[in-house]
């Protein structure tokens, strides 16, 4: 009798074929035969379990990496580029929109999975989270007023009305002690409170204010560079098996000059859609 040739009963839905051994015979199988049977069958059965769940774990789903967005134009950006480096990690990147501070709790407590971009400090204030080494962009905090004003340095916002986003620890840095510093919600909300003379300075990212500025096409509005940071990716220390190799994709990048190419081509991105639904 030939051996069968049919695959397992796992695979395919079919009854499984005991393979014969030996010379066909009329008489009942001894129980040496049974016994060779019952392990053959058992090494079938572990064989389909290994292989389903070798198939099982390939047909799962990418696992998505989904973490806080405090929405600017930096962010967004920034987000675009991280979005590329965890593909070629293997993973989804998701970013949920959230304030500032709901940001900071969310992520320090791993309901969500990081941050964009923080400053370096963050880190210091936040020992939950992972800060992603080398950093990703650099900021650009400034004041913006209108003209008139004469402002060159930290110290001579003191007498003035300042405004800054809550939660944005890169301005809150610089002016949060000050007399008549406030919060707003956000850098839209910052730049229409200056137009609107609710303050005299607003305290923010270049980029960001500069956008909503010229989008608002506010005219006379001057301003003044006050300090250059560095900006990181942050994870919840529960993904800390992730920190060396994102960190070596975002160095790669950094090296080869792709990083640089990939922010600019996120800014044209941005500045279309943005033109778009203008």
Not at 143 to 165: M, N, P, Q
Not at 235 to 262: C, R, V
Request: glycine share 6%.
């Amino acid at each position: 009798e030939k051996v069968s040739s049919r695959v397992p009963k796992c695979l395919t839905g079919k009854t499984v074929s005991t393979p014969a051994y030996g010379l066909e015979s009329t008489k009942a199988p001894s129980h040496t035969h049974r016994a060779f049977k019952g392990d053959m069958n058992r090494l079938i059965a572990t064989f389909c379990l290994s292989l389903l769940l070798a198939l099982s774990h390939q047909a799962q789903a990418t696992e998505t990496i989904r973490v806080a967005l405090v929405a600017n134009r930096q962010a967004i950006i920034d987000a675009k580029v991280l979005q590329e480096v965890y593909r070629r990690a293997g993973y989804d990147f998701v970013t949920i929109d959230m304030p500032g501070l709901r940001a900071t709790v969310e992520s320090t407590q791993g309901k969500v999975d990081g941050e964009v971009i923080r400053i370096a400090s963050y880190a210091e204030l936040h020992p939950t989270l992972i800060r992603i080494q080398p950093p990703i962009d650099t900021v650009v905090v400034a004041a913006f007023f209108k003209a008139g004003l004469k402002i060159k340095t930290l110290d001579d916002l003191k007498k003035y009305r300042i405004g800054y986003v809550r939660g944005i620890k890169a301005a809150a840095d610089l002016v949060a002690t000050f007399p008549n510093a406030k919060e707003t919600q956000s850098p839209r909300s910052l730049v229409q409170m200056l137009a609107a003379d609710r303050f005299d300075v607003i305290v923010d990212g270049s980029s960001s204010s500069s956008f909503y500025i010229e989008q608002m096409a506010l005219q006379g509005i001057e301003r003044t560079e006050l300090s250059r940071l560095p900006l990181y990716h942050y994870l919840h220390q529960k993904h800390q098996a992730l920190e060396i190799k994102i960190g070596n994709i975002l160095k790669t990048m950094t090296d080869s000059g792709e990083l640089s190419k990939l922010l600019a081509q996120a800014a044209n991105d941005f500045e279309a859609e943005a033109s778009d639904s203008a």
